[in-house]
């Protein structure tokens, strides 16, 4: 039994569990904390993380259960534990101030507030010494000169309330699309790896978008350079360590610049969207490695992130047994005691030696080449060398998953599942396994069903059969890109429906008129200390592009010249520093494509509209909407389509080619 429990033991986050028998004195987010800081005039220590932190659980073990550390947090300060993934409101607001502070951010995020919640000083991972002298100069400084803390923070507090301003957008959008993107790319293209794909610099993060877009511009433009760079990068990253050779799926990002070493956490967030990515990329490329590399991804969600409901859980940890990667990792004497007669070719497959090598002894399993260039240079058919790697990984999984496992964070967010369900409508269209679809519309009614409020709005978050926490713009912007996907694939017009209550919802409690952009939270939230507004993609994309993509698409299937209009005024805003940094506007970048390059609004109908929508798996095209109906339709583009065989229109602003039978026909059209 443990000598300690604080408030943290009636929260449901695995990551503010993990913290509730520290011997400091956590509060949850809430009211309750601020109350007692300003009967006590006590700073305020807000330090965010989330359960598959690597140095967030260093911080713990050095800090935070530490006897003679934790008294003095508690005597000096009020502490308030917080789960980025569950409030990623408080997260962006104090991460900006701290990187206004200090110039970086990441997690660990521990920033100092005043009472009314205004930051004064923050940073990231602190190791004990320094925390210690941190927390009592930064004590001793508010207790002897309160006015100076003061000033500090109203200063800060402006900086970080300017934060969402954005640089006006002229009326026409400033230079002509197209050209936004090539000078967009221009740049672009001189920040890349030209040896092993990925930006050029340490570490490598995936990062998805950016090369869904890549891949769109480079077919759109038909630029052999950018696509040479595309595959370099997917073949480096399925091959790397970075990819779990053993049980599929990618880890967070690599510590190197050839895709060896990961940061071992896998998040669903990666895995959603890259299983986009090479689906799309598979569609384009035809390198079976990408099909493999997707199989295998969505193998690892079902076996280990999906819960019995159908959702999908958030993460898996870094960190077993105290080692970073520990569960991922062989010995010699592991790999030859798990593989047996499989030993000799695991060593010829993955090239065990210097090359595999990393920490203590242990290799990260990866691969030099894909399966089609094995089997040549061995002479061997690829069937034989994919049944031999089937029967070694399934040994390896077999002794690894006696192994301690890793941490798994058992929340659904309903945001992430929306990506996932995503990711799963993309492997569907490409590859058209029912069970991907199958996947995709169990967990889209789950959230339907169990995470939509009284209102019409979303809950952020599901676990252990309850919802909880109002929804952020990112659950709205990434649900309605999921049911529109899901309705290209289906052709069901409920999604649609549902699409639309949601954007009337967002366009209600989160629009702002001023900029024309949306902000993070909701208008029925408490307020933080500035209302949050999410400019820039990343590793995920956007709210605010994610919001503008979908109700361009919307506005089109529907023809809404609202929904347009505040699309084109978001795109307006949201672009202003495209060329400025590209990396941060991939998804910004997706919308402006669509209006940039003719927009293929393709209308299949007939009791074969199915079929024929199945039928343009193998072509893929950058720029293109599907809709479709069997019968009859409320959509405006499909009015008057409905003729005795079954058709193909391909429409671009709704004027429309002669009708077709034919994929091919109607790919010719589009080419």
């Given at each position: 039994m443990s000598a300690h429990t604080n408030r943290l033991v009636h929260e449901s986050s695995p990551y503010l569990l993990q913290h509730a028998h520290n011997p400091v004195d956590w509060y949850p987010w809430g009211e309750e904390a601020f109350s007692k800081a300003r009967a006590e005039n006590k700073l305020v220590l807000v330090s965010v993380g989330y359960s598959s932190c690597h140095w967030c659980h260093v911080m713990e073990r050095e800090c935070f259960e530490d006897e003679d550390v934790a008294r003095v947090m508690n005597e000096r300060f009020v502490c308030i534990k917080v789960d980025r993934e569950e409030r990623p409101d408080v997260d962006q607001v104090y991460m900006t101030a701290v990187q206004l502070m200090t110039n970086r951010g990441g997690w660990p995020l521990n920033c100092f507030t005043l009472p009314d919640g205004r930051p004064v000083y923050g940073g990231t991972y602190f190791p004990p010494a320094q925390w210690t002298q941190v927390l009592k100069q930064l004590a001793d400084t508010y207790q002897q000169e309160p006015e100076r803390v003061r000033a500090h923070a109203a200063q800060l507090h402006q900086g970080v309330s300017s934060q969402r301003l954005v640089a006006p957008a002229t009326e026409e959008g400033g230079v002509e699309h197209r050209d936004a993107l090539r000078a967009m790319v221009e740049k672009w293209k001189r920040q890349l790896d030209p040896v092993d794909g990925g930006p050029d610099k340490v570490p490598k993060f995936p990062m998805p978008d950016n090369y869904r877009f890549l891949l769109r511009y480079a077919w759109s433009t038909n630029d052999e350079e950018l696509k040479k760079h595309i595959a370099l990068t997917l073949d480096k990253m399925a091959l790397g360590g970075i990819f779990d050779q053993v049980g599929g799926g990618f880890a967070r990002y690599s510590t190197d610049a050839v895709w060896k070493a990961p940061h071992f956490e896998k998040m669903l967030y990666d895995n959603a969207q890259l299983v986009s990515l090479y689906s799309q990329a598979y569609q384009a490329f035809k390198k079976p490695l990408y099909k493999e590399t997707v199989e295998r991804t969505l193998a690892f969600i079902t076996r280990e992130m999906t819960s019995p409901e159908g959702a999908f859980y958030s993460a898996l940890d870094a960190d077993t047994e105290g080692e970073e990667g520990r569960y991922y990792v062989w010995t010699d004497d592991e790999l030859r005691a798990a593989l047996g007669e499989d030993l000799a070719f695991a060593m010829d497959y993955h090239g065990i030696g210097p090359k595999t090598a990393w920490e203590h002894g242990r290799h990260i399993l990866l691969r030099q080449q894909d399966d089609e260039a094995f089997a040549r240079q061995r002479n061997l058919s690829v069937d034989e060398v994919r049944q031999r790697v089937a029967s070694m990984n399934a040994r390896l999984l077999a002794v690894r998953e006696r192994r301690e496992r890793p941490g798994l964070d058992d929340k659904s967010l309903v945001s992430w599942n929306a990506l996932m369900v995503t990711g799963l409508c993309d492997a569907f269209e490409v590859f058209g396994d029912g069970r991907h679809e199958r996947a995709a519309i169990r967990a889209m009614e789950l959230i339907l069903s169990k995470c939509k409020r009284s209102n019409g709005g979303l809950w952020h978050l599901y676990k252990d059969g309850k919802a909880s926490i109002n929804g952020?713009?990112?659950?709205?912007?990434?649900?309605?890109?999921?049911?529109?996907?899901?309705?290209?694939?289906?052709?069901?017009?409920?999604?649609?429906?549902?699409?639309?209550?949601?954007?009337?919802?967002?366009?209600?409690?989160?629009?702002?008129?001023?900029?024309?952009?949306?902000?993070?939270?909701?208008?029925?939230?408490?307020?933080?200390?500035?209302?949050?507004?999410?400019?820039?993609?990343?590793?995920?994309?956007?709210?605010?592009?994610?919001?503008?993509?979908?109700?361009?698409?919307?506005?089109t299937l529907f023809d809404d010249e609202r929904y347009l209009a505040l699309s084109e005024r978001a795109v307006r805003s949201g672009t202003t520093q495209l060329a400025v940094y590209p990396t941060g506007h991939s998804h910004w970048a997706q919308g402006l494509l669509m209006r940039a390059f003719p927009l293929h609004e393709i209308a299949i109908t007939g009791a074969d509209a199915r079929t024929l929508r199945a039928d343009f798996a193998s072509h893929y095209l950058p720029n293109r909407l599907f809709l479709g109906c069997t019968q009859s339709s409320a959509l405006p583009l499909l009015k008057d389509k409905i003729l005795p065989a079954s058709t193909i229109f391909v429409c671009v602003e709704k004027a429309c080619q002669l009708p077709v039978h034919t994929v091919d026909a109607a790919v010719k059209l589009i080419r």
């Open positions: 952020f713009l990112e659950d709205y912007c990434f649900t309605i890109e999921a049911l529109l996907a899901l309705y290209g694939i289906t052709f069901e017009e409920r999604w649609l429906t549902d699409a639309r209550a949601l954007a009337e919802h967002a366009i209600r409690h989160f629009h702002d008129e001023a900029s024309g952009l949306f902000n993070f939270t909701s208008d029925l939230d408490p307020g933080l200390i500035t209302r949050p507004m999410e400019l820039h993609d990343n590793v995920i994309p956007s709210s605010n592009s994610s919001m503008a993509n979908g109700l361009f698409v919307l506005g």
